[in-house]
């Protein structure tokens, strides 16, 4: 019995350091709170988990979960004018079909479509889902 509990806080104290990096919470407001690098960045709206990102330096290709009617139009993209520009992507209409697309679906602008410049650099901020 003192053997497994030994155990169990070892367990628990080397697994500490993978934790401290990045705090996530909800509150009451709806809003998400991330800490990183102590440094609050508050974000009021879900941003879409994504399964995989292409750039090609004149089109973003995002492959995100779907219902079997998810498309480009289902999304708000967000630029953020910085270097690199900072890409949120946001589901705006819910995917409510009921043909699950196991390997999710592609869906893709033009680097024209974002207003961004052929070859720009960019970053996007949404979750990686594998």
């Known amino acids: 019995m003192r053997q497994a509990s030994i155990r169990a806080a070892v367990a628990a104290v080397a697994l500490l350091p993978l934790l401290g990096g990045c705090v996530i919470y909800s509150n009451d407001g709806g809003e998400r709170k991330v800490n990183i690098n102590n440094q609050a960045v508050v974000q009021t709206e879900a941003l879409e988990a994504v399964r995989k990102v ?5 089109r973003l290709t995002v492959v995100v979960g779907s219902n079997g009617c998810t498309e480009a139009s289902s999304f708000e993209v967000k630029i953020k004018d910085t270097d690199p520009a900072e890409l949120s992507l946001i589901r705006r209409a819910p995917d409510l079909c009921k043909a699950i697309v196991r390997e999710g679906v592609a869906v893709s602008w033009t680097y024209a479509e974002l207003g961004l410049n052929t070859g ?10 594998l």
Request: glycine content about 6%; cysteine-free; overall charge negative.
């Open 120 to 129: 720009q650099h960019v970053r996007v901020l949404n979750p990686v889902s």
């Open 54 to 58: 292409d750039f090609d330096g004149q």
